[in-house]
């Protein structure tokens, strides 16, 4: 979500958030955003997940024909086929930590908060050790 939000749109736009995950993948977050000061934080469609670079591109092309998408994050790096025609901007940066900030302290204001203590990581696709162990039962 912060790659997301720190797209700057003038309308409702497509952006979709998308970093190597090495292994032929791209962890891929397609995010709604509106444009302007004071914009609300982007707003996730559907889930995370890890795909196929040329299958997001085919994807891309699709979306970038029915309205404006924003294609954000280091992909495009790895990833050349990404760089789609028709995409209505392109941002290879990192997460900045400003917007990460400024999520939560939106996130704060609305009473929400994480607890700390018990945080663990959310992956998206088993881990090496996790599918090692896996073929290890098998």
């Known amino acids: 979500m912060a790659l997301a939000a720190r797209v700057r749109v003038a309308d409702k736009t497509l952006v979709v958030a998308c970093i190597d995950a090495f292994k032929g993948e791209v962890y891929v977050g ?9 914009a ?4 996730l469609i559907g889930k995370e997940e890890t795909v ?3 299958a997001l ?7 970038a ?4 998408v924003v294609l954000v994050g280091d992909g495009m790096g790895r990833w050349p086929e990404l760089r789609v025609a028709g995409l209505a901007g392109i941002d290879e940066g990192p997460p900045d930590p400003v917007d990460v900030g400024r999520l ?5 204001a609305r009473g929400e908060h994480d607890a700390l ?3 663990s990581p959310r992956y998206i696709r088993p881990s090496e050790a996790e599918l090692m162990e896996q073929q290890r039962k098998t």
Do not use: F, K
């Open 30 to 38: 397609r995010h709604h955003c509106m444009g302007g000061a004071g």
């Open 40 to 43: 609300p934080a982007p707003v």
């Open 52 to 54: 196929a670079p040329a």
């Open 57 to 63: 591109a085919e994807e891309l092309r699709a979306r």
């Open 65 to 68: 024909a029915e309205g404006p």
């Open 104 to 108: 939560a302290v939106e996130r704060w």
């Open 117 to 119: 203590a018990s945080a």
